[in-house]
């Protein structure tokens, strides 16, 4: 008998040849290849008498061959097969091209069941190319609701069908992996009558309701697994950091602005998860200009001035440098020593005007001795030489772009201390580039708590945003120009294509520099930043452009990320139309934040863009996002191959009453028995989930 976990390579039916085929789909078990569901049946359920045939119909028709000729056309080096089938009511003749093994098969006075499609040429109707097999086998590709499986190299359907049909036939009774309560209150079908019937239903309604059960198993099974990543982390020990409430207080007050309740709240969660020696594994979820780095810096102070070291990782080195110098000023008064390590930028100091630059080795000697408390970093700073004496907390910037691989990695930078204790891992605060729809938080970021910053600074003026044609160019520059003139600076920004193709980017936009510079805007002063530029050569571009030395900034998408001008409120974004919505937003989040009205120009050459009027509509970066995950699917917030998603999964990610009624159930399963000692199905799929999938 067969089960769940016989592999494939030991089922004499299934030639050699076909099992890299199946593995390069991730199918190598019988399970696997079980799970390989049909996405739509071809309804050959009919039986049709031979009289009764008219072109166009989808039929099945049974009778005895009568005629079978294969024949080469010479002319056009091809054979035409034609076998005549003879029921009860009449004949009927099939054409195969191209199959000639056909004819050796259906030879006469053999009885066969054909299906499909029926078509008519000068010698009247016949059936063009139609599934066969002899009418003493089991219905398996005719004469029947017959599965369509998503098509890949050699495997055809038909294969498909023999092989998963043949187990079908010698599958051992199955694991059970959903409760018999919740299959109950859901009216699934139990596993095995869900495994038959989504191959091969009677009725599309079984397949439906096998369908059914299989989103749910899918869900339920990721929703364990992220709750299951929460209870074990919490299993961890890390330092519990204690709340001096007054010196916080007295940071906040310094403050140049008011914090929004919105912040005071999640810096007050992240406090309390602080305080706790369990890990706190926490996502900032907030727009744009929410003010994400204000309550970080509050974090690291909290940490920092408990004697602990703190290290912030942001994905490029120009936002680790801003991030430098903003912690460097708010915490100019706390005698906090900040250092930042990059690529290219090695300094440390207790004040903006203390900053001294050194080397690589230094900064490492001084975070091993404790003397830096707070550094900010790149991938720099998650490299093998990095050690911390006394790491308490990490905070990720911009957390999708940093890998799974290199959260781990940071992670695993473990506190050491020779006090008998267990060893202690860091706290995990990440903030994120774009909203993160709620759907998507909880369907796949279910192992994490979030604080949400939903409101914005007081006294922000929305962004006026217009979609642009070709034909209103000219007047939008006359409108910038009149707007720099006032005193203001402009953004442009090129697409950035594809990390691979850096280098056309680069010059698009030192091509769009010329033209703005030397015939569009020949009176002001254009400068120009991307990503080939050494970083001495970007920090160069940056400083002009914040002393505005420089008017307007062409640059790639290298502004995308959290670059601070306010006195910039004016951008323009060059074919608009290749960014997806969130993406259009964050960029647009480097304007706005003055008090003065900011201007966002998407240009679009495209007549397809009627999806970027969503954005002349909303400036509610969660609302775009939303938008964005409807029309483009979860991938841009974790890229798709690392989350490992099946298409099942990406498809009901937005379904947010399944994913709800999932989550309850992980819960309730999970919180009476943590082991799954008594859900044994379950814990197979879940260690089948773990296998295939790898979430951070
Ligand atoms: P993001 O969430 O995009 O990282 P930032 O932390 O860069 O946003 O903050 C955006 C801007 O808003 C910064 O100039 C910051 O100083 C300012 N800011 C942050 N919080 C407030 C607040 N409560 N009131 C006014 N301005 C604020
Ligand atoms: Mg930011």
Redesign the pocket.
């Known amino acids: 008998m067969l089960t769940f976990d016989t592999k494939l390579n030991s089922l004499p039916r299934i030639q050699k040849k076909y099992l890299p085929k199946l593995k390069k789909l991730g199918i190598e078990t019988v399970r696997d290849l079980l799970y390989h569901l049909p996405f739509r049946y071809d309804d050959f359920s009919v039986v049709v008498p031979t009289s009764d045939l008219s072109v166009g119909m989808n039929v099945t028709v049974i009778g005895t061959v009568v005629q079978s000729t294969t024949q080469r056309t010479w002319k056009r080096k091809m054979t035409v097969t034609n076998v005549t089938v003879q029921d009860s009511s009449g004949s009927v003749r099939a054409t195969w091209f191209n199959q000639p093994f056909v004819g050796d098969q259906l030879t006469e006075g053999k009885v066969v069941r054909m299906s499909g499609k029926v078509a008519a040429d000068k010698n009247g109707l016949y059936l063009s190319n139609p599934a066969y097999e002899r009418d003493a086998r089991t219905p398996t590709n005719t004469g029947r609701l017959v599965p369509v499986y998503p098509e890949t190299a050699g495997l055809s359907s038909r294969w498909l069908r023999w092989q998963i049909q043949m187990i079908l036939e010698k599958l051992d009774a199955l694991p059970e992996s959903l409760p018999d309560d919740i299959r109950e209150k859901y009216d699934f079908p139990d596993i095995t009558t869900a495994i038959h019937k989504i191959h091969f239903p009677e009725e599309l309604q079984d397949a439906q309701s096998a369908h059914r059960r299989f989103i749910f198993e899918e869900i339920l099974v990721m929703q364990c697994k992220l709750i299951l990543l929460k209870m074990h982390a919490k299993k961890d020990h890390a330092i519990a950091i204690p709340f001096d409430e007054k010196r916080i207080k007295n940071f906040v007050d310094r403050f140049?602005?008011?914090?929004?309740d919105a912040?005071r709240k999640a810096s007050f969660q992240i406090i309390k998860d602080l305080e706790k020696d369990v890990p706190m594994n926490r996502l900032l979820n907030?727009?744009?200009?929410?003010?994400?780095?204000?309550v970080a810096a509050i974090a690291a102070l909290h940490a920092s001035i408990a004697s602990h070291q703190v290290a912030i990782l942001a994905p490029t080195e120009i936002l680790a440098r801003q991030h430098f110098d903003t912690f460097t000023k708010l915490l100019g008064d706390e005698n906090i020593t900040c250092a930042l390590l990059t690529g290219a930028y090695k300094m440390y100091g207790e004040h903006p005007a203390l900053i001294k630059k050194t080397t690589r080795p230094k900064i490492l000697s001084l975070i091993k001795d404790e003397t830096i408390d707070i550094v900010i970093g790149t991938h720099a700073l998650i490299q093998d030489d990095v050690h911390f004496n006394d790491l308490a907390l990490v905070i990720v910037d911009e957390q999708h772009r940093f890998g799974v691989k290199q959260r781990a990695a940071l992670q695993q930078n473990t506190t050491q201390v020779d006090d008998g204790q267990p060893a202690r891992v860091p706290h995990f605060l990440t903030?994120t580039a774009t909203p993160i729809p709620r759907t998507l938080t909880m369907a796949i970021c279910g192992n994490l708590d979030v604080s949400l910053?939903d409101e914005m600074?007081?006294?922000r003026k929305p962004i006026i945003t217009k979609v642009v044609a070709k034909t209103k160019r000219k007047s939008a520059y006359a409108f910038i120009e009149k707007q720099i003139q006032k005193g203001f600076q402009a953004y442009v920004i090129i697409p950035f294509v594809e990390e691979s193709k850096a280098m056309a980017n680069v010059k698009a936009a030192i091509a769009e520099h010329k033209l703005l510079q030397e015939e569009i805007f020949p009176k002001l002063s254009v400068g120009i930043l991307h990503g080939k530029l050494k970083a001495k050569e970007k920090e160069a571009v940056m400083h002009d452009f914040k002393e505005k030395k420089c008017d307007i900034l062409v640059a790639t998408a290298v502004v995308e990320v959290?670059i601070?001008v306010?006195n910039a409120t004016i951008m323009i974004i060059e074919n608009a139309e290749r960014f997806g919505l969130s993406q259009l937003h964050q960029f647009r989040?480097r304007i706005g934040?003055s008090e003065y009205q900011s201007y966002c120009f998407l240009f679009s050459d495209s007549f397809n863009n009627k999806r970027l009027h969503a954005l002349e509509r909303s400036s509610d970066g969660f609302a775009i996002a939303e938008k964005d995950l409807e029309l483009r699917g979860p991938g841009q917030f974790f890229g798709t191959q690392q989350s490992g998603l099946t298409d099942v999964m990406t498809e009901n990610i937005t379904n947010i009453k399944l994913i709800t009624a999932a989550r309850d159930t992980a819960q309730e399963i999970l919180s009476d028995d943590p082991a799954l000692s008594k859900y044994s199905g379950l814990a197979q799929a879940l260690a089948h989930f773990d296998k295939n999938v790898h979430l951070e």
């Open positions: 140049p602005f008011v914090l929004t912040q907030g727009d744009v200009g929410s003010g994400k780095t204000a903030m910053l600074p007081i006294g959290g601070d306010p989040g934040r």
